[in-house]
């Protein structure tokens, strides 16, 4: 007879659990603030979504940037228009403005003529923390353009970079974003890493060459030490000491206004400390190399892109102007996502970036601006996981409002595989992004780097190519579709049959 009721007992479980996967709602029971889940016919049900395919994704993205290897300039200039108008991985531009870049590789080519250095400053969220991605985009534009070193980076930094070491003393860091634990001022003169550091009496900081694992070569050479500064007292003086080097102490006049002094070494230096003697607000230090191309990190925790409207429009218009800051980037969208709850909560908050891109356009007249949308990012639904609900599309209306203000605009979202991609790129092999779903590691971030830089670079290579087509045939063969090209290319449109431009095959 037990084995009998035992029977009966397993049998009544299983028909329980059986009623139970039939009939249980697939989005759960509420009970006041939980949600009791069950396996349910419902959600078994469901057709079976394609899992993202990392290695597929990334070799098609990096085939979307290589060239047919002819050397018929024919053949170049239909790349150019495919990748202008159907490549998902481009840099997407403000009416399709295919020279929307020309004014900044114009001056980029021209600074080590001139002997200046143009600078690029790389805002974002915690995904570039540490300097990731904008090294590898660092190191790509130097290769091209000249220029080396960390380059800007805070007086106090309070999260480790892997491509310089520092540390500071009597300095008094203050700054507009981040939590409680960031001390805020009693006024707007952030400077444009949106935050100073106070020196009162004296202070000092010190600098070496970084011997990070994950560095790339060029930040390690610095050779010209740089400080912008504001509102300094009278006879405020700051010192370079780098081994057995001599420099010349900067004593400047009592100033409201901003300054930029500078050092410029004989040779390459592995280490360094400025020391600061009176009143003055510390906006950054610059360590850079031969004249070139600057990429400066501003990586700001916790920030949704909001917080420039709160710093002082002067300082940043003067900053930019000395800094010779010719490009700026705005990498946004990701910490926003909590509170997106339907589609209505995006408006607001496009509203509030479209602010922000009309600040950075008042204060940067001559900067030409990038806005680069979220990565993916993962969220437990039902206990399987997948990408947040709305974030497809914030994508499409970031994408839509900085085209609308005259901005370009990179999809860092498709470029990863769009929906579910964030899940399969913490599965890969080596890891790609972390266990919260939401940030890269290193190697994920070179990957992610490595892409911006190709399709930025990418409209550099038509854009020396075009130095030797006369406009109007450029014009008038990247309007034509594939079908009119091959009636009409050989009679209206000649084209040198030769690439004699040194058009760079990746």
């Avoid at 220029?147 to 300095?171: E, H």
């Avoid at 191309?293 to 710093?311: E, P, Q």
């Amino acid at each position: 007879m037990k084995s009998i009721r035992t029977l009966a007992f397993i049998l009544t479980i299983i028909l329980i659990l059986g009623a139970g996967w039939f009939f249980f709602p697939a989005e759960g029971i509420t009970i006041g603030d939980y949600t009791l889940r069950f396996p349910s016919l419902a959600e078994d049900s469901k057709p079976k979504e394609d899992e993202v395919d990392v290695d597929a994704v990334l070799n098609k993205v990096t085939k979307s940037f290589e060239m047919s290897c002819s050397d018929n300039l024919l053949d170049s200039m239909r790349f150019f228009r495919q990748y202008l108008k159907e490549n998902p991985n481009r840099i997407y531009l403000p009416n399709d403005d295919y020279t929307y870049f020309d004014p900044l590789f114009s001056q980029f080519e021209e600074a080590q003529e001139l002997g200046k250095t143009y600078r690029v400053m790389y805002y974002g969220d915690s995904q570039i923390e540490m300097d990731r991605i904008s090294s590898v985009l660092r190191q790509k534009l130097q290769e091209l353009f000249g220029g080396s070193g960390p380059n800007m980076i805070p007086a106090v930094q309070p999260v480790a970079t892997i491509s310089v070491s520092q540390q500071a003393s009597g300095l008094n860091r203050y700054a507009v974003y981040g939590d409680a634990s960031n001390q805020r001022a009693n006024h707007n003169r952030y400077g444009v890493m949106a935050q100073f550091s106070q020196v009162i009496g004296g202070g000092s900081m010190t600098f070496s060459r970084t011997n990070h694992s994950q560095a790339l070569d060029n930040v390690k050479e610095i050779s010209t030490v740089s400080v912008l500064l504001g509102r300094n007292s009278q006879n405020f003086t700051a010192t370079l000491k780098c081994g057995n080097i001599v420099t010349e102490p900067k004593v400047l006049p009592a100033n409201d206004s901003v300054s930029l002094i500078t050092w410029i070494l004989p040779e390459d230096i592995q280490r360094g400390t400025i020391s600061f003697k009176g009143n003055a607000e510390i906006y950054g230090i610059l360590l850079d190399g031969d004249p070139g191309v600057a990429i400066d990190n501003v990586a700001l925790r916790g920030c949704s892109g909001t917080i420039f409207t709160r710093m002082n429009e002067s300082i940043a218009r003067q900053s930019f102007k000395l800094l010779n800051t010719k490009l700026i980037i705005l990498q946004f969208g990701g910490n926003r996502m909590p509170g997106i709850t339907t589609s209505k909560s995006i408006t607001p908050y496009m509203a509030e970036l479209e602010n922000q891109i009309n600040y950075m356009k008042r204060v940067a007249p001559k900067a030409t601006l990038l806005f680069i949308g979220p990565a993916d990012m993962g969220r437990s639904y039902g206990g399987k996981m997948g990408t947040w609900h709305g974030l497809p599309e914030l994508n499409d209306s970031l994408r839509a409002m900085a085209l609308r203000n005259k901005v370009a605009y990179w999809d860092m979202f498709h470029v990863m595989g769009g929906e579910g991609s964030m899940a399969q790129w913490v599965r890969h092999k080596p890891a790609l992004a972390g266990p919260d779903y939401i940030h890269f590691t290193f190697t994920g971030a070179q990957e992610i780097g490595s892409d911006l830089a190709r399709s930025f670079t990418t409209y550099y290579d038509f854009y020396k190519l075009r130095q030797h087509v006369p406009s109007e045939k450029v014009i008038e063969f990247v309007n034509l579709d594939q079908k009119e090209d091959s009636i009409r290319t050989a009679g209206r449109i000649k084209l040198p049959s030769y690439n004699p431009y040194g058009i760079k095959r990746r």
